[in-house]
């Protein structure tokens, strides 16, 4: 059992702050994961973030499979759909998009998946996810037909996250969507983080040291950064150990 939960929880009372690479199984090609994963080896990457918003059948496993091969940080799903989960990773970020209406989304995707979890050993995070406007449309707004909420709604994104920490969710995750023109901006974060209990989560168009920083300071605990890296491995090298 390896209490991923648990050691975020632990690594936020003592104020320690987390950092997710994310994986898109649709870009990564299994040739480069060996190379790729010792870049993050040496990074201050705490977890790695395995998902995509469209991935095919299978991919997922495969791609987990070889991660595993050479790390031995916690592997996360971060599912656009069901057929994303494999009980090859730790855990699994089970998201409900509670910024859209979309029930399939909000629980519909959610009952299809017990029959796969139900025999699985992974370690199941309920995990109210957000979807904050950025600029322009996401792949999550493609995919699940759902409206972003707007940046300026900020009274809206603070109570739909307080909404789900009282849904007894166990982690927040604000999204402005991969490659977003706009990351979520430090005072969202902090009004959102001010409200909760519970640990948040922030990513979408993250690229620099400082945006990092900033986002931390704000009062994200985690944050999770996939198309920097896939576009420059380079910036593995600003966050080495
Ligand atoms: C309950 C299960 C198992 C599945 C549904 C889970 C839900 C509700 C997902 C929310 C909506 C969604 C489509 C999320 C995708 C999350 C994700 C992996 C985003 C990262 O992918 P991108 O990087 O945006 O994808 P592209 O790179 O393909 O644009
Ligand atoms: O790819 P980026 O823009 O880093 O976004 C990461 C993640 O939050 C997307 O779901
Ligand atoms: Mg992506």
Same mark, same amino acid.
């Given at each position: 059992? %390896?209490? $991923?939960?648990?050691?975020?929880?632990?690594?936020?009372?003592?104020?320690?702050?987390?950092?997710?690479?994310?994986?898109?199984?649709?870009?990564? %090609?299994?040739? !480069?994961?060996?190379?790729?994963?010792?870049?993050? !080896?040496?990074?201050?990457?705490?977890?790695?973030?395995? @998902?995509?918003?469209?991935? *095919?059948? /299978?991919?997922?496993?495969?791609?987990?499979?070889?991660?595993?091969?050479?790390?031995? +940080?916690?592997?996360?799903?971060?599912? @656009?759909?069901?057929? #994303?989960?494999?009980? %090859?990773?730790?855990? =699994?970020?089970?998201?409900? +998009?509670?910024?859209?209406? !979309?029930?399939?989304?909000?629980?519909?995707?959610?009952?299809?998946?017990?029959?796969?979890?139900?025999?699985? !050993? +992974?370690?199941?995070?309920?995990? /109210?996810?957000? +979807?904050?406007?950025? @600029?322009?449309?996401?792949?999550?707004?493609?995919?699940? #037909?759902?409206?972003? =909420?707007?940046? *300026?709604?900020? #009274?809206?994104?603070?109570?739909?996250?307080?909404?789900?920490?009282?849904?007894?969710? %166990?982690?927040?995750?604000?999204?402005?969507?991969?490659?977003?023109?706009?990351?979520?901006?430090?005072?969202? =974060?902090?009004?959102?983080?001010?409200?909760?209990?519970?640990?948040?989560?922030?990513?979408? @168009?993250?690229?620099?040291?400082?945006?990092?920083?900033?986002?931390?300071?704000?009062?994200?605990?985690? $944050?999770? =950064? /996939?198309?920097?890296?896939?576009?420059?491995?380079?910036?593995?090298?600003?966050?080495?150990?």
């Amino acid at each position: 059992m %390896k209490n $991923i939960f648990q050691n975020i929880n632990t690594s936020v009372a003592k104020n320690e702050k987390l950092l997710a690479v994310l994986i898109d199984p649709d870009k990564m %090609k299994l040739t !480069n994961v060996k190379s790729f994963i010792s870049k993050v !080896n040496q990074s201050i990457a705490t977890h790695i973030f395995v @998902g995509g918003s469209d991935v *095919d059948t /299978g991919l997922t496993e495969t791609l987990v499979l070889e991660i595993k091969k050479h790390t031995t +940080l916690p592997v996360v799903l971060f599912p @656009g759909d069901v057929i #994303q989960i494999t009980n %090859k990773a730790d855990a =699994i970020l089970f998201l409900s +998009l509670i910024s859209g209406r !979309n029930p399939d989304y909000l629980i519909g995707k959610h009952v299809e998946a017990v029959s796969k979890l139900r025999d699985s !050993n +992974l370690e199941v995070i309920s995990t /109210g996810y957000l +979807l904050i406007e950025n @600029g322009k449309q996401t792949s999550v707004e493609r995919v699940s #037909q759902t409206k972003p =909420i707007e940046r *300026d709604q900020i #009274q809206h994104i603070v109570d739909t996250a307080k909404a789900g920490e009282l849904l007894g969710m %166990k982690l927040i995750y604000l999204e402005a969507g991969s490659g977003a023109t706009h990351a979520i901006e430090p005072y969202i =974060i902090s009004k959102v983080k001010q409200e909760l209990r519970i640990p948040l989560i922030v990513g979408g @168009g993250i690229r620099t040291k400082t945006e990092i920083e900033l986002a931390y300071k704000a009062g994200a605990d985690l $944050i999770v =950064i /996939g198309t920097a890296f896939e576009k420059d491995e380079t910036f593995f090298d600003h966050l080495r150990k």
